[in-house]
Each structure stands twice: as structure tokens, then as C-alpha cells.
């Protein structure tokens, strides 16, 4: 067995298309690299293999999660790891390019390949002269290279030609050397879809696009033209991982909050999310309500499309899990969860609380009604329905206005949608429906074809 089979434990975030990474150093104690804030499945790996957490390493200032690196310093004592370029406030080792660390038996060189961010630095492992493999980030990733716009348009190119040095610079390694990247498919920090999250060098040599570029001028055209829109969030978390995310004393919880207890926080400004499933929402929700269904991605619209300066009580239904609501808020730094409606919309009802619905429309009843498309604008190009209205779900409340009266609104499968409609009832629309399902499903129910985008 390699190394990588033996030691390495990917530990795959399927909401934000991230990998940490956890590795056993063969004595009790373990590396982390990328940690994020929600240290559970962290957690669960160590404790398989008996491990401590030494060490904890960060590639970059991450703009997509919260760092769990300073929380690990806290509960186990472990070193941070982190880029002396990144200035970060709190105590850490900060690593230059070609500075070493001994974990006990293997090595952690760091290599300074800035261009997602400037301070962006890969995690070379080393077992004497031998390169196991290389922590990437946010540099080389497979299939690509992640997003430079991160830092504004007036960045953007310059360290998009930044990436191209650091990528030159990566794939100088031996080809069989591992590449262990951060950003894998899902990610908005620019990931192609996909299914493998490690690779190697001469793999990527052989594979990536980007890498067969003849020269920076045209990587940077070829790089920069795959980039497309990125969550609101991430504009603040990379200075919040800069001072160091706030530790978290004991583990998370969502009180219950009676009816009128919410009444209360709503005069107060407080937004609702109902994590129910489409359907459930669909039939009877609290007026206001942003649906923002619980699965992988709900971290990613929250953060997009809520601010994180007011109070968030939840509704969820009887078998939802509010500690995965809690820790999915927490990771990308909203800290004002107020609690969850006890009872649920049962009890809401029982209150008197009023109620709003919205149409779930079968893809074959569509008729003549105008469609809101809000998916990316890659799906849209892709293939929509003939006609179909596209404004992007995370730039919607800013092009409202724009939404034909009586709309359908449509995504891939009907939970963006539902956000969608959810927001624009909040915002005053009416006679609002849900495709239920996609433009596949619409084209299957209809015999019509998806029109693309050219």
C-alpha cells in the first residue's frame, strides 16, 4: 500500500466541493491542512486511528469557510501552520518560501505559489528527499487552477499570471509526486466538475488544460474566461481568518423558540429560514420565509443570499438535523442563530400564525406562463427553456424588478427555485410557481427541446 492509502484521510465537504485533509504521522499524533470551523468529521477520523492533532496547516486565508485551525490549537494544542505573508493575529508558526517543519519522521516544506491569493502557500511533504506529495489549496487543483478575481477586478490578472508562475513552479516536481488540492468539484473558488479531488503531477501534466497553455498570456485568457459569479460571503471571511475566527466553548445548540417568541424577533428584524424540503415549503410557510432547503449547498445560499448581521431562526420538519443547520451557519461565520420554531409549522398554525403558499407546477403544465430561469449562467448557456427570463439566484435581489408578473421560476431541480420564488414573495411578488423539477424534465414532459445559448 502507498503512503497515501496508509495515511492520508481526504475529508470531503460535498456542500462547498472542499477536501481537508487529515494525515497520521505514525505516532499518535496527525497533521490537519485546511481544517475547516466544523471540526466533526475531523473529529470522527482522529478518533478511529487514536490520533492527536499536532499540527494544523492552512494553505491560504480561505474566503469560502472558516478556518478550525486556531480551534484545533485550542483543544489539542496543536502548532498553526500558516504563511508569514498572511499576517495573521493570533499565534502561529509563520512559514516563508522553502521553510521547513520536522513532524517527527516526515517533513512539511512550504512553497509559496501565490495567485489565488497573495499569500497562498502549497504543503510539500517530504519523507527524507522523497516528495509524497504536495498540499495545493487553492493552486493547482485537478482539471485547473482556482479563481484569482478573489481580491477585485484591479488583482485579478495580475495574479492570474501569479498562478501561472506557481503553476510552472508545481509541476516542476516529479510526476509521481501526489497532489493533495483543497478546491475540488462544487467549489466556487473555480473547480470543474468531476469526480476525482487528488491527482498527481504528471496526471495533471497529462490532463489539465491549463498546463498545456504555450505561454502566461494565453493561460491567463484561458483561466480567467472560465470564471464565473462567486458567493457574497466570501468578500468577508478572509479577513475574519485573518484575526482568527472566534472559538467555540461547547458544542452548538438551537433553542426552541415558541411562536411568540419569534413574532417578537421578526419585529426585531429577524429573517426566517425554513430548511424544509421544497414541497413541504411549497404548502404552507411563515410570511417572509426564505426557503433555503437543508442539503450540501445550504451553507453556500445562506451565505450568499442573508446577511450574517441579523438574527436567523430556522423552521425545520420533525426528522431534520438542527446541529447540521448550526454547524453549516457557523463554518461560513453566521453567529446570530436565534433558535428554531418549536413544533414547527404545527405549532405555528396552532398560534394562529398566518401563512403564505407558493404553486409547485408539474413540468408538463407550464402553458404559456413566463419562466425565471436562476440557475448559473453556465447551466443556462447550457441549455434552458425556450424564452426563459435568466437572472442568476445570488444576483436576483438587485434585478427583482425584472421578474414577469405570474412567473415560473425554474432551476435544475426546484430547491434554487424555491429559494428563488421565496425571495420574491418577500418581496412583495404574487402569483408566483416552482417548476417542479428542471428544463430536462420540462423537455421529457413536453417533447421540445432545450434551447442553448451561444
Known amino acids: 500500500m502507498s503512503f497515501e492509502d496508509r495515511h492520508l484521510m481526504p475529508l470531503v465537504d ?12 505514525g505516532d499518535g499524533r496527525a497533521l490537519a491542512v485546511d481544517a475547516a470551523r466544523d471540526l466533526r468529521a475531523l473529529r470522527a477520523a482522529a478518533d478511529r486511528r487514536d490520533l492527536r492533532v499536532a499540527f494544523a496547516a492552512d494553505t491560504h486565508l480561505h474566503a469560502d469557510f472558516l478556518s478550525g485551525a486556531l480551534q484545533l490549537a485550542a483543544d489539542d494544542g496543536a502548532q498553526v501552520l500558516a504563511s508569514a505573508a498572511g499576517n495573521r493575529a493570533f499565534l502561529h508558526t509563520a512559514l516563508g ?22 499569500e497562498h502557500l502549497s504543503f510539500l511533504l517530504l519523507d527524507g528527499s522523497a516528495e509524497l506529495g504536495v498540499f495545493t489549496g487553492g493552486s493547482l487543483i485537478v482539471g ?23 503553476l510552472q513552479r508545481l509541476t516542476a516536481l516529479p510526476d509521481a509526486t501526489g497532489v493533495w488540492p483543497t478546491h475540488g468539484a462544487g467549489s466556487f473558488c473555480s473547480a470543474p466538475p468531476g469526480s476525482e479531488r487528488t491527482t498527481t503531477i504528471g496526471a495533471q501534466k497529462r490532463a489539465n488544460l491549463l498546463l ?27 479577513e475574519i481568518n485573518r484575526r482568527g475566527p472566534a472559538l467555540i466553548a461547547a458544542e452548538p445548540a438551537l433553542p426552541a423558540l415558541t411562536p411568540a417568541e419569534v413574532r417578537t424577533l421578526l419585529g426585531e428584524g429577524a429573517y426566517v429560514v425554513d430548511v424544509r424540503p421544497v414541497a413541504e415549503f411549497a404548502s404552507g410557510h411563515i410570511p417572509g420565509a426564505v426557503s433555503i432547503p437543508l442539503r450540501g449547498q445550504f451553507a453556500t445560499w445562506l451565505g450568499w443570499l442573508l446577511p450574517d ?19 453549516q ?10 433558535g428554531h420554531l418549536g413544533g414547527g409549522m404545527i405549532a405555528w398554525k396552532a398560534d394562529g400564525g398566518a401563512e403564505q403558499s407558493i404553486e409547485l407546477l408539474a413540468p408538463g403544465r407550464l402553458a404559456n406562463r413566463p419562466v425565471l430561469d436562476v440557475r448559473q449562467a453556465a447551466e443556462h448557456t447550457a441549455g434552458h427553456i425556450p424564452g426563459a427570463l435568466h437572472i ?3 444576483d436576483l435581489a438587485s434585478h427583482a424588478d425584472r421578474t414577469p408578473v405570474g412567473a415560473v421560476v425554474a432551476c435544475g431541480h426546484g430547491e434554487r427555485a424555491m429559494t428563488a420564488a421565496s425571495l420574491l414573495q418577500r418581496a412583495g411578488h404574487h402569483g ?11 423537455a421529457a414532459a413536453t417533447g421540445r427541446p432545450l434551447r442553448e445559448s451561444r
Do not use: C, M
Open 14 to 25: 460535498e456542500g462547498l466541493g472542499n477536501s481537508a485533509y487529515l494525515v497520521d504521522l
Open 97 to 118: 518560501d522553502g521553510d521547513e517543519v520536522d513532524l517527527g519522521g516526515l517533513t512539511l516544506r512550504a512553497l509559496a505559489t501565490p495567485g489565488h491569493t497573495d
Open 144 to 166: 485547473s487552477a482556482a479563481r484569482t478575481d478573489l481580491l477585485g477586478e484591479e488583482r485579478t490578472v495580475e495574479l492570474a499570471r501569479a498562478q501561472y508562475r506557481s
Open 212 to 238: 498545456t497553455a504555450p505561454d502566461e498570456d494565453t493561460f491567463v485568457t484561458a483561466l480567467l474566461s472560465g470564471l464565473g459569479s462567486y458567493p457574497a460571503y466570501f468578500d468577508r471571511l478572509g
Open 309 to 327: 448581521t441579523v438574527p436567523l431562526v430556522f423552521v425545520a420538519g420533525p426528522r431534520q438535523d438542527l446541529a447540521e443547520v448550526t454547524w
Open 329 to 338: 451557519s457557523l463554518k461560513i461565520g453566521y453567529e446570530r442563530l436565534a
Open 392 to 394: 442568476e439566484l445570488g
Open 432 to 442: 408566483l410557481a416552482v417548476l417542479d423539477g428542471g428544463p430536462g424534465d420540462w
